[in-house]
């Protein structure tokens, strides 16, 4: 019995995510954010597992568990993109993912790490960019919260890549 009732409810939230997936196909500003945060590989930073080779596509947008090491300036990981209003840009407006995709800057003001191409983003349309942020709000909120950041003397907590300078070169 309790198989069969666990089926039932597996099969109704797959039928209500194939809803909410057909949905949000349909919705041409949501297509369009998919497909630019598809070809700008936003996933590449910002799902875990993405850089062990192995994304995890339930956690997808949610936030990576390795981080980049700037000498100076110290390890940044690619956050949670997805509306879960803890962990995520759930409390987020659309102006303020916006702002930060094309300025560089957070809603706390903080300025985006180096390693995010927001001056690259900031060649892009304002329906472009109206669209990712639509596409980010539509995903299902996943609650995962990413390390750091840590500052040049603080010891990281999870995986970190290194950008490392060749002898003598200035940094």
């Not at 954010?33 to 994304?55: N, Q, R, W």
């Not at 090491?69 to 303020?96: A, R, S, Y």
Request: some cysteine; overall charge positive.
């Amino acid at each position: 019995m309790l198989r069969v009732i666990i089926g039932i409810v597996l099969a109704s939230l797959a039928t209500v995510g194939a809803l909410l997936t057909s949905a949000n196909a349909a919705n041409p500003q949501i297509a369009r954010g998919k497909y630019l945060v598809s070809l700008g590989g936003c996933m590449d930073c910002h799902t875990p597992g993405y850089f062990f080779g192995k994304p995890d596509m339930a956690r997808f947008l949610g936030g990576s568990e390795v981080g980049f090491e700037i000498p100076g300036l110290g390890v940044f990981h690619g956050p949670n993109l997805t509306p879960d209003k803890e962990t995520g840009l759930g409390n987020w407006t659309t102006d303020q993912i916006v702002k930060a995709m094309q300025q560089g800057v957070r809603p706390d003001g903080r300025v985006l790490a180096p390693i995010m191409p927001w001056r690259a983003l900031a060649n892009l349309t304002k329906a472009d960019a109206l669209a990712i942020a639509a596409y980010l709000k539509s995903l299902p909120p996943v609650s995962n919260k990413v390390p750091g950041p840590f500052g040049p003397t603080e010891k990281p907590t999870s995986f970190v890549m290194k950008i490392v300078a060749p002898e003598g070169t200035k940094k």
